[in-house]
C-alpha cells in the first residue's frame, strides 16, 4: 500500500493512515515532540539506556530533537544478560557521538542473583540509581523508554493485583522536588506502543539487544500485555484513551501524598527509610 | 461432578470448586451478607426491581437474609419493554408477599423516545427516582442488582472513554448524606458475576423478563463485557481483584468532591442545578 502522505511505498498502518519510512518516522518524532513541548522540557537530560529497543528509540528520537542529553547504563550483573546490553547501549553511544556513563549495581552491595524477588528489587534500585545518577550530574529530568504498551500493562497488573498505590508516577511528566532531591521524570514514548517503538529502531539501524532478563521470561505481564495488544486490535485507540484516563488517575490520587526524606540516604521516601536502603540493609 | 460440599450432583465450578443447588445458594448468600455485614445494613431498604434477572436476584437474597424491604420499578415508558418487565417484577412480588409500588417517568415530563442520548437520560433519571423514592418512603438505603460483571464494565467503558469522574459511585457501599436528601446506596451483588446470578435466578424459580432494552442492543459495554469475561476465563478472579482496585481507586478519589444542593429540587448536585432538573428543563 502507499504512503498517505506521499507516493512512497508504506511500511505502518497507524489508527487508519499508512505510513513510508519518511512520514513514520515524522510521526513517530511528533508523539515524543508533543510531550516534550506540552511539559516546556528545556535542559539537560538523562536517557537511561537498557540496551533494548525502547531505551534505544527513546534516546534516538531526543537526540534527532536536539536536545541536551547524557546516556546512563546501570549494569545488573544479571548473567548473560546485562554484559550484552551494555555492549549494545556502547555501540548505540558510540554511534551518535556520546560517552555512555555506567553505573555498577554491585557496587552498592545488591545482588539480584541472592533475591527471592529479583524483579521488584530490580524495579527499586533503578529508580533510585536513575535519580541519582542525574541529580549527581545535573540533569533537570530523567528520560526512561516505558511506551505505551508498558503503561498500560503496568496500570492493568496493578488492577489484578490490587496495588493502588504504584498508580503514582504513571504518566508522562513527573515533576522533580529539588527539596527531596527528586528529579523530573519523562516517558517521552508515552503514547507509542511495542510495534511503533520496535519499527523505529529497526528502521533508523539502531543497535539493540534481541535478549530477554532472564528473570521476566514468565513474568504474568507478559500474559497482560497480550490481552491488551488483542483489545487493540479490535478497537484501535482504546490504549491511547486507556492511558488517557490513567493519567488523569494519577493526577486525581497524587494530591496528597506525604513524602519524607529517607533517614538513611535524604534522598525521597515515602516512609522513614527509603525502599532503596532496606534492600540494602537486608 | 459432585458438589465440593456434599454428594449431591455439581451446578457449578466456582473458583475451583464445585457446588450443588444447596450450596451454590449459600455461596451466592455469603457472598451478598459479605456486604450486608461489612456495612452494618440494617433497616429499611427500597429495593430496585427493572424486571430482569439481576434485580430479582437481589431482591431475593436480600429477602433469603430477612431484611426489611420495600420492592419498587421506575416504568421508563419503553415500548414492547417497560409493560413487559414490569409485568414481571409484579409476579416476583406477588411470589415473595410485597407490594410493588410503581414510578411512571412521564409523569416528570419526560420521554426517552424523544431524547437523542436515551441511555444516558435513563440513568441520571433512574438514578435521581431511585434516590427520591427511598427518601420520601423513609428507607435508609436503595438496592440496585449491579454485579460484578456490571461494575468492571463500567470501570472499563469509562477508561476506554476517558470519564474518569464516572468512577464515583462504583464501590459496594455509598454512604448517604441526610442534608442533601441523598440515601446510602448498597450493590448487594457486588461480588457476583453475571452467570452467578443469572443460575441463582434460576434455580430458584424467580420470574424475569429476557427481553433486552431497544436502547441497548448495540451498546459498545456489551463488547467490553465480553472481553472482560473472555480474561476471567483465562485468569479466574482478575475480576474480584479489579473490582477490589476500582473501590480503593473511588475511595482515593471521592475525598474532596464538591457537593451543592440543586437550586430547582434541593437535592445533591455537583453543579448549582441537577442533572435531572436539567434534563426536565430541556
Given at each position: 500500500?502507499?504512503c498517505?502522505y506521499c ?11 499508512c505510513y ?5 518516522n ?50 545488573l550483573?544479571?548473567?548473560d544478560?546485562?554484559n ?14 556520546y560517552?555512555?556513563?555506567?553505573i555498577e ?8 542473583a541472592k533475591?527471592?524477588?529479583?524483579c ?10 536513575m535519580?541519582k545518577?542525574?541529580?549527581?550530574n545535573?540533569?533537570?529530568y ?8 508498558d ?6 497488573n496493578n488492577?489484578a493485583?490490587?496495588?493502588i498505590?504504584?498508580f503514582r ?10 527539596e ?11 503514547w ?13 539501524k ?5 535478549e530477554e ?9 507478559l500474559?497482560?500485555?497480550?490481552w491488551?495488544?488483542e ?6 485507540g ?7 484516563s ?23 521516601s ?7 536502603c ?5
Open positions: 500500500m502507499k498517505s507516493s512512497k511505498e508504506g511500511i505502518a498502518d497507524i489508527y487508519g493512515k513510508c519510512e519518511e512520514h513514520f515524522k510521526y513517530f518524532l511528533g508523539r515524543v515532540r508533543s510531550i516534550i513541548d506540552k511539559f516546556g522540557i528545556d535542559g539537560r537530560i538523562a536517557v537511561a539506556l537498557s540496551g533494548g529497543k525502547d531505551s534505544a528509540a527513546c534516546f534516538y528520537a531526543l537526540h534527532s530533537l536536539n536536545l541536551e542529553l547524557q546516556p546512563f547504563y546501570i549494569n550483573d544479571i548473567p544478560y546485562s550484552a546490553c551494555q555492549k549494545k547501549a556502547e555501540e548505540l553511544c558510540n554511534l551518535l557521538g560517552k555512555l556513563e555506567v549495581l554491585n557496587e552498592y552491595g545488591i545482588s539480584l533475591k527471592k524477588k529479583p521488584s528489587t530490580c524495579g527499586t534500585a533503578k529508580r533510585y540509581l535519580n545518577f542525574a541529580y549527581e545535573e540533569c533537570k530523567v528520560a526512561t523508554g516505558h511506551n505505551l504498551s503503561v498500560i500493562t503496568f496500570a492493568f488492577l493485583n490490587v496495588n498505590l504504584n508516577g504513571n504518566k508522562p511528566y513527573l515533576e522533580g522536588k529539588e527531596y532531591k527528586m528529579v523530573a521524570k519523562i516517558k517521552p514514548l508515552y507509542l506502543k511495542d510495534k511503533e517503538c520496535m519499527l523505529y529502531a529497526y528502521i533508523n539502531l543497535p539493540y539487544a534481541d532478563c532472564p528473570y521476566a521470561i514468565n513474568a504474568p505481564t500474559k497482560i500485555k497480550e491488551i495488544h483489545i487493540e486490535g479490535k478497537q484501535p482504546i490504549m491511547v484513551n486507556m492511558a488517557k490513567f493519567w488523569k488517575l494519577e493526577d486525581l490520587m497524587s494530591r496528597d501524598i506525604n513524602l519524607n526524606k529517607c533517614k538513611k540516604c535524604g534522598y525521597a515515602y516512609g522513614n527509610i527509603c525502599k532503596f532496606k534492600i540494602r540493609k537486608r
